[in-house]
Structure formats: C-alpha cells, structure tokens
C-alpha cells in the first residue's frame, strides 16, 4: 500500500538547522509531487512547499523562501526538506504529503515529524 | 499572503446537517475550481476527503460533499455522526504552483 513515513522528533538550538526525511513506498515515485505541510501545536495547517518526484522542481512558500530547500532522491524514493537559521517559531509538526494538482492534493500524508526549538 | 477565512468552531447534533465556509480572494479561490478539504482528527495526519472542489476520494463517506462559489467553497456534513467530531482545513491552489490553507474550523458533535 501507499506509505510515507517519516524521519524521528528532533530537537534544535535557535539558528541551527534541520532536515526532515519522508520514505516513500507503494506507487510510482515519478508520477506524484510531494507538499510540505506543518501545523504548529494547537494551530492550523500551513503549507510549506512542493517538489516533483518527476524532476525536482520546487515551490516554496514565500514566507519560508530562503530559508528552506527540498530535494528528491528517486533511488531510494525519498523526500527530504531542510530548514534553517531555526527560530522557536519553526517549532511544529512536520508533515510530508503526496501532492498533484488533481486527483490527489494530499491524498496520503506521512506521520509527522515534530520539531523543536529551543534553547 | 492570508490564510483562507474559515469560522473557528461550529457544532450540531447526531443527524443534523452543517457547513462549514471558506472564504478567500480572486487569487485563490475564485481563480481555480481546485479546494480541497481535509478531516483531522487529535494526534493524527489531515485525511482528504474533498478534492477539486466537490469530489470525494474512494472511501470518503457520501455524508460528506462540498461546493463553491465566487470565492468561497463550503464542506457541507449531512447525517452527522459522533465520528465526525474533528477540526476541518479548507485549501486552495493559489497559482505557481503554490498553495493555501484556511485557519481551520473545529466541529463539535
């Protein structure tokens, strides 16, 4: 069946970085982008970003532009996202999801991955 | 650029009917026939249960429908159920291939 299933809670230092980790199994990594999503503990969803699992390409939230890179390993079929100069703000859940435009905006959401920030 | 505009909570009793709005802007919304709605559960992962507007993916119960207008879209719930009980985020393509999600609306049944 369809899985994404992501990396472990990790826990960083104001102006550290991070990356997150999203295994993909169970269709066609090529055919399918990826979104970015987080949800700050007891707030909504924010979307992130978005990469091709096809060639890459990226779309970044302009609120994190600059700060944030996605990539695609299709080898392995996995989707990372690193973030960084972190601020306590960054703390959240983060979430990977199999995103294309139709049909499937979110159709499969990885476990979360929580992040924490703080001194 | 601004979340969605979604009312913070709205409740109902087992067998009534609600909606649940999302009001965006000419950029979103308006622009594109491409919202989705996803269900949250405490402690899960957002399930998708409307996509392009007003179809359900395999699985979603037929309770569930939405629909849109202008610049905004409504998830409507019909039949409620205790199961229903959950916070719903409304989202939209928002051009460049961008996207955004509403505040969120927390459903007490």
């Known amino acids: 069946q369809v899985q994404l299933v992501q990396s472990g809670t990790e826990v960083k230092k104001p102006g550290a970085s991070m990356k997150v980790s999203c295994k993909t199994s169970g269709y066609p990594f090529d055919k399918y982008g990826l979104s970015w999503v987080r949800q700050v503990p007891g707030q909504g969803l924010e979307w992130l970003g978005w990469i091709s699992g096809y060639n890459g390409k990226t779309n970044y939230a302009q609120k994190i532009q600059g700060r944030v890179t996605m990539t695609a390993d299709s080898s392995t079929t996995t989707a990372y996202m690193e973030l960084r100069s972190l601020t306590s703000d960054d703390t959240a859940v983060y979430y990977c999801?199999?995103?294309?435009?139709?049909?499937?905006?979110?159709?499969?959401w990885g476990q979360g991955t929580l992040v924490i920030v703080s001194s | 650029q601004s979340a969605l505009t979604q009312p913070a909570s709205v409740s109902g009793s087992p067998g009534q009917s609600i909606t649940i709005s999302c009001t965006g802007t000419n950029n979103d919304i308006g622009s594109y026939n491409l919202v989705s709605w996803y269900q949250q559960h405490p402690g899960q992962a957002p399930k998708l249960i409307i996509h392009?507007?007003?179809k359900r993916p395999s699985g979603v119960s037929s309770r569930f429908s939405g629909s849109k207008s202008g610049n905004s879209a409504s998830l409507t719930i019909s039949g409620l159920q205790a199961e229903d009980e959950a916070d719903f985020y409304c989202c939209s393509f928002a051009g460049s291939n961008t996207w955004i999600f509403g505040g969120g609306t927390r459903l007490t049944v």
């Open positions: 999801a199999r995103w294309n435009i139709v049909i499937s905006p979110g159709d499969v």
């Open positions: 392009e507007g007003t």
